[in-house]
Every structure is written in C-alpha cells, then in structure tokens.
C-alpha cells in the first residue's frame, strides 16, 4: 500500500474509533441524594468503568475493564476494588471461544461453552445490567445461559415516559431473588436501573427520581400483585388441617395428634383427630407433622420483593425498622388489603441526624427542635417506636425520648457515633438494636466514629474481651434494672463478620445451594477485610463471644427480640439457630420467634399462639423444629389471616429450589 493510502487509511480508523468512544455517566441516589456514580469510558469494544458508592459510611468501590466480542458479549473483563465493607475485589473473566474460565472470591472455574452464554460479574457495576439487557433482547427467547451456571431472562414490562421520553422497562431476573428493574433508552442503552432504595440514573437526570420512583413502585407493585393472584389461596369454606401436632410457644410443648380448623381469618377450633368433618369443608393431611405460630422478624425494613420471601419462610409479622415514608403506608394498605403478598407490619418512625454519613431513610433532623418534630409526625401517624441512628446528636437524645415517652411511644435504635450504650440508656433508650451496637461501647477509643464501617471492623476487637469485665457487668446490669430489650440481628453480623472467600458463610451454609447464582457466590465472598488467618482468626473468636452474650442476656432475663435486617426471609431461621447454638433451648428459641414479639408488642390475644378466635397465622412443617431448628427451612404451607401459600410456588417464582413438597387440598 502506498504511503498516501495508508495515511487515510489510519485517519479512517482514528475517524472511527472516535465515532464510537463516549463516555456516559449514572449518579447512583438514595434517598433523594446523591451517594455514589457509575461511569463509563466506551472505546469502540472497550470499556472501562469506575463505580463509587458512598452510602451510610459504606459501599463498593470498584474498577471495571471489559472487552467486547462481535457478538456484545464479553470475552474478557477485570474487575478490581473493595466491596462495600472495605474486602478486596480481584475478579476476571475471559473466554476463548471454546472455553469460558474466571476468577472470583470462589477461586478460580471454567466451563465449555458451546453457544451464546453471559458472565454475570459477581462484582459488577449498573452498567453490566445494560450489558445484559442487550445481549437478552438479540435472542429469541429473551433468555440465555449465565456463568458461572443459571439462566439470565428479559421480561419486557412496556414503555414508560421520564421527562417527556419514552424508555423501555424491563426485569431482568436470575441474578437474585428478586429481577433487576431497569430502563434501556431507544438505543438499547441503560438509562436507570432500580433497587428497594433508590435508582441508578443517567446523569442529568437527577431531578426525575420522583417520577423514576413511582414508575419503579408501580411496576413493582403489578408484577408483586400478579403473582399474589397466582400463588395466594382463598377458600372460601373452612378448612381442616388433619393429623398434626402443634406447638405451644407458652408451655414450650409439642401436643398430641389433633386436627386444626380454619374459618376466615382465624382458628375455628383445635380438636380431637377423630371429630368428624363437617360438610363443605376443605381438608389437608398433615401426615403428624407440626404447626407452628407464624414466626416474627424484628427488624425488618420491608420492600414488595421483601414481603414475598417473608412469607415463603413462614414470616407473618415483621416489625419494619425504617423504610421510606412515602412508600411504607401505600404498601402496608396493599398487603392488608390482599392485593400484595406479605407479613402484618408494626411500624417504626426512623430519625437520623445529619451529617456527611447520613443514612437516606426516614427524616433527616438538623437540629434538636426538628428532631422532637419528627417524634411528633411519627406519633400522628401511628408508628410504633422512634429508632435512632448513627448520626444522631446524643445530645439531643433526651429530648427525643421525652417526647416519645409523652406521647405514648417508646425509643431504641442503633448507638450514636461518639457515645455508648450507657450514656443513651440513660437519655431514655428503651431498647437496643443491634449487639455490635451493644458491645462496641466496651472497646472502642474516644473520637473513634462508628458512622463508619468501623462499627463492624471494630468487632475483632471483641475476641480478647472477658464478658466478665467491669463494663460489661455495669451495662448488662443497668439492662436488667431498666428492663432494657436488645434486637440483636446476629445473623447480620454472622454474615459480616464469618464470610469467607470460596466458602458458604455459616448464615447461608444449610441452604445456600437452594440459592440462586449470584447470591450463591455472595455469600462465598468475604465481607470484613480479612487479609490473613490472623484477621479470620479475630472475627472467628469475636462471634463466638456474640454467641456467649446472647446466652449471658437471656440468662439474665434480657428481653430478646429476634430480628434479621436482612430482607431474604429464611434468615429469620438462622437467626434463630444461632440461639440454639448459643446453647438456648430450642423450646425457648422459638418462642421468642413466636409468642414473646408479640407479647411485647401488646398483640398476644390474638397473636403469636394457636387458639380457638385468633388470628390464622401459622405453618405447617414436615418435621420437628424441636429436634433440629434447620427443619425451620423446610415449610410445606404458610397461612396468613386464613390466605394460603405454598413456599414451593414462592420459591420457584423467584429462582429458589424448594424445600418441601406442598400439601394436597382436598375440597377446594
């Protein structure tokens, strides 16, 4: 080729290459606030991708590369960061064509690859979920196999307006156990993606999240209400459960073979196996196994996604520890309304300070004045408690606590930064939430701040502490005297503090590969920064004296208050567990699963037991939880108010294996 050609010839390809780089940029918001940012530098088949997301203290830092094949499939991609409690990202994929292999926080896999398939980045950034959509809607079925195993589906959810413009939505599914909810614009570029608490959006557009908000609410809404048509169960007639055994949480006993009736929304009647049916009535056989009360989350922060898995694990009252306020009234209508699937929901008024780790939940209190205000708005509307968070002023706490108190409410909520528990016990805390909120007044250094993740780093620190120590003894003693309840949301902190690169975390280890894909290989990522086995060695030792202060509390008779913060459901089970472990009995476990939060909640009437006249929340189990609390996972039915579920229908909706067979209805 001769000289001049070959010049044009490279002023083509520059002229090219220039046509096809650009950079787009997402703001990631939550709560109305700018948190974080996604941004992409395309070069033709080329990208390279920073993430940053600064939520509450935390969150992922991550750097992207990825190379494109003709097909828009990736044939390489390098992922390098910290995920969003500071563990290391070093995450990579590459394919040849024949042979897909990578490296994650599992270890090294490979797999043949015989067609079209999508590596779903265990560490992704938005911007992968653009990816995906792309690569879905050039397939016929919408749908195509994931490495490293599962299937990614697109359901077209139709087009929707922002700002004058029209955008297609869709879900994305079987990455999770709920789809991804995501606008692609007329190009087929990602516009915004949603979660349960906030949006990923183009920047420049900021200002349509409200609009963004209420698209994701309704179209969450539509697919969570389809579903409830499909899976929820009204008779109509009474039903009677044969051949069961049910469990008195007040006795800790698990009765003789008897037969359980259901009219409406509550129990008809408990009685003799023999009794003889009365005509028009559905039947169930029960096959001796046990009916349980319906079992309770104390800190829930509830999502229409979240509401579903609840009730799949049995879960039929959740306490919701702070959600937004103007979605939590609309969503407690739906499920009490039958409309959405979900648990009977107490809630509580969120109130956090403002600073630069603000948590974007709730009301956000600049001074005392507007804090004791924000008591009042909660008040007026019926919320249970006032929960306090990190950045809360301690100052200002006794103020907060006066007015709940006045006007009927009580207090807890996490430690404020600078502050411990004894010092908000006095301010009027009326209960605790969290034990690493507990226990870190006990070690950490004056001006350390907990708005951090340190209220999680500083956890190692626990292993070489003696619950026997002076300040242990003088808080515990102040909790009895005051009668002080802890919501100890163990198995959150299980799940920080013992996960562990390429192994199931013990929070997950009985059923994670009931899990779908990508939650299988979160839970076989490190959470904490553990860099050796001396970092692991201090996590290890420090859960284990969480475990010997859960049974030190109870045994003192501290009111505990089983709760989760987690919003899969079946972690209400492993919470549980981690008291038995402890060395509570299982008896006992389970009452404070059933009966005791709603004992404490005033609702025990008609709630938390199985009795002629109250309310017909309960599940039935094929085996004895008083045996083995893991048969706490293997539900066969869920009843709520008299509505039927199968966690089986539930499961396989949103790409978990069932655990139990469902029961036959006969007479329906």
Known sequence: MRPLAIFLAAISLVAAARADAETRRWTVLAGGEKVGFAEADVQGR??????????????????????????GLPTSWLLKGTTTFGGIVDERFSTDGSTARWTDSMGPGEAPVAGPALYVAQNGSPWALGLYARALLKDADASMPALPGGTLALQPLGDAKVGGVAYRAFALSGIDLTPELILLDSKGELFASFDSGGATVREGHEAALPE?????????????????????????????????RIFDPATGKLGDPVSLVVAGDRISGIQPLDTPASPGEASIDGKGGTILPGLHDMHAHVTRESALLY??????????????????????ADIDSGRLAGPRIVPNGFLEGRSDYSARNGIIAAS????????RWYAARDYWQVKIYNSMNPDWVPAIAREAHRLGM??????PAFTDADHMIAAGYDEITHINQLMLGWVLKPGEDTRTPLRLTAMRRMGALSLSAPQVTHTLDTMVAKKIAHDPTAVTLELLMLSRNGTPSPAVAAYVDHLPIGMQRRRRQAIAPIANAT????????????????????DRGIRLLPGTDDGTGISVHRELQIYGEAGIPNAEVLRLGTLA??????????LGHIARGAYADFLLLPGNPLTDLKQLHAISMVVKGGTIWFPADIHKAVGIRPFAEPPLIEGR
């Open 410 to 415: 009580t207090v807890t909520g996490h430690i």
């Open 368 to 375: 005392e004045a507007e804090a004791v205000d924000a008591v």
């Open 597 to 606: 939060p709603e004992q404490y909640m005033g609702r025990d009437q008609l």
């Open 535 to 554: 970092d692991a060695a201090e996590y290890d030792a420090a859960f284990a004296r969480v475990k010997e202060l859960l049974k030190l509390m109870h």
């Open 311 to 332: 009730i799949a694990a049995g879960v039929t009252s959740v306490r919701d520890m702070g959600n937004d306020n103007g979605v939590l009234p609309g969503l407690i």
């Open 46 to 71: 080329k990208i390279s991708i920073r993430y940053d997301v600064k939520n509450n203290g935390r969150g992922p830092t991550i750097a992207e590369q990825i190379e494109l094949g003709k097909n």
């Open 212 to 244: 963004l908000s209420a698209l994701a609410t309704r179209l969450t809404a539509e697919r969570y209400a389809t579903l409830q048509q499909k899976l929820a169960i009204r008779l109509g007639k009474p039903l009677r459960i044969r051949n069961v």
